[in-house]
């Protein structure tokens, strides 16, 4: 099967690519693809960062104090 590439663009980043590589536009292009494929099925889901994030950065500590009125008021100064 023949592989035509229409877009300028395209073109010359597969070319590009295939040089510095030393191989063919197809080649270049197939790697390429594959690369990309294998990065999109290692992605983390967003609530798979926070996660981490989360962890990384509060760890175990409590996000709050239980605070009695009293506390609260000499926080604002009554």
């Known amino acids: ?10 073109a010359e980043l597969a070319r590009l690519l295939a040089n510095k590589r030393n191989t ?3 080649q270049a292009i197939i790697v390429a693809l594959q690369n990309e494929l294998r990065r999109e099925a290692q992605k ?9 994030m989360l962890e990384k ?10 605070m009695t009125k009293d506390e609260i008021d000499a926080m604002w100064g009554h």
């Open 44 to 52: 983390e889901s967003l609530e798979t960062r926070l996660d981490r």
């Open 24 to 26: 063919t536009m197809t």
């Open 57 to 66: 950065h509060i760890g175990s500590r409590p996000l709050g104090n239980d």
């Open 1 to 10: 099967m023949t592989m035509s590439i229409r877009d300028p663009q395209a």
